[in-house]
């Protein structure tokens, strides 16, 4: 999917990784990191929100939530983080890193509640009053009001399978009255996601930010000072004036600080591609060849690979992705090759929900190219 963006923006970058991978410094099955380009990245959606009147949360689950990743990101001046689930909020907050937003896109567990609010997040996002009810138990058993974001919904709003849920729109003032009940809380916005998503190349408003600007619009009606129309999806330096423009107030930019939203497919997008694959040939099988698997992403777009025969030389071929049935223990590629040799890809993906391992890579582009280390997904450091 960003394959040919990759070669002709980032080309340094690809050099770089397989002059480390030829060296025994990086092992196959990893995903590069281009550390100081998403810093470069960062910084650039950091000015655009600026520009646009945007406060911004950073998201890491698409690069394994990577210390060394998360630093840069801080450095450039996005200060908070979003976690995606409970565990990721616990690994930010062991990698010092200050959480913005939890709860969204899973809730957080009786279990998990007071560890993650003794991080102190900014918010917590609830779909119910019941979990508004969780929330208010364990901010009261640790002395501290913790704000609170509605995630609001109504039928027709743009819902992924699996991420369904929400207090809908037609409930929100009777939820809204027993939730302004429940001590050590306090309800600060609404969020919903997405609330972009890209058709036909260019960014396109869903129904569920109309959603939100109606929820906001109802609480300020009961009285209630709105801070945040949280609304994430494809938030980057594009998307953030029409966020903006439409009623939002905050963004959480994740693939656009990697390069690698589904608009930056084509050229034109000001953030550049600073990731990788790499991996190696196993073994050829009836004509083709089987690297190394583990980093396969399904919705990830993969259509082909840069086998990288000798240094200098380097041949596009098709991939054929495994069955959705199957599980990613080799990827299938055309053509035969030496056993060993490097196959670098660029695709969509979400790190944390693959078997791969992390490198982060600094000093690329000022020619002090470093691995900071092996991580797994979830950004424990192995090597």
């Known amino acids: 999917m960003f394959l040919s963006q990759l070669l002709s923006r980032n080309a340094a970058f690809v050099d770089a990784v397989l002059g480390l991978y030829r060296s025994g410094r990086i092992p196959p099955n990893t995903y590069a990191l281009d550390v100081d380009q998403i810093q470069t ?9 600026a520009d646009s009147g945007m406060s911004l949360y950073f998201m890491t689950k698409q690069v394994g939530r990577n210390p060394v990743a998360c630093q840069a990101i801080v450095d450039a001046g996005l200060r908070k983080a979003v976690a995606v689930d409970p565990l990721e909020a616990l690994t930010l907050g062991r990698h010092g890193v200050v959480l913005g937003h939890v709860g969204h896109l899973v809730q957080i567990p009786r279990y998990y509640l007071e560890p993650i609010l003794r991080l102190q997040p900014e918010v917590v996002t609830v779909f119910s009053v019941d979990a508004a009810r969780e929330v208010s138990r364990a901010a009261s058993a640790l002395g501290r009001e913790q704000k609170l974001l509605l995630r609001v919904v109504q039928p027709g709003d ?11 729109l037609a409930d929100l003032e009777a939820a809204v009255r027993v939730i302004l009940q429940l001590p050590n ?16 190349g260019r960014p396109t408003l869903t129904q569920n930010l109309t959603t939100l600007n109606k929820a906001a619009e109802r609480l300020r009606d009961l009285g209630i000072p709105v801070e945040q129309v949280n609304a994430p999806g494809a938030t980057c330096v594009w998307t953030l004036p029409f966020l903006k423009a439409a009623g939002a107030t905050h963004g959480e930019p994740g693939h656009a600080l990697t390069g690698t939203t589904p608009l930056h497919a084509e050229p034109g997008q000001v953030e550049v591609p600073s990731y990788l694959y790499i991996t190696e040939v196993s073994h050829q099988s009836d004509g083709c060849s089987y690297v190394y698997g ?11 690979a840069l086998v990288c025969t000798s240094a200098g030389a380097a041949q596009r071929v098709k991939v054929m992705p495994p069955r959705p049935e199957s599980i990613d223990y080799y990827l299938k590629i055309e053509g035969r090759f030496p056993v060993g040799t490097p196959v670098v890809m660029a695709f969509r993906t979400q790190m944390f929900v693959t078997r791969a391992l992390v490198a982060p890579v600094t000093g690329v582009h000022q020619g002090r190219v470093n691995v900071a280390g092996i991580y797994t997904v979830e950004g424990k450091r192995v090597g």
């Not at 990245?41 to 929100?49: L, T």
């Not at 743009?158 to 809908?168: F, M, N, S, T």
């Not at 980093?295 to 993969?302: E, S």
């Open 41 to 49: 990245n960062a910084a650039a959606v950091v000015k655009a929100a």
């Open 158 to 168: 743009h819902l992924y399978d699996a991420q369904e849920g929400g207090i809908r």
């Open 185 to 200: 809380v306090r309800i600060a916005g609404v969020t919903s996601f997405p609330c972009v998503i890209v058709q036909d």
């Open 294 to 304: 583990g980093g396969y992403y399904a919705r990830g777009h993969l259509r082909e």
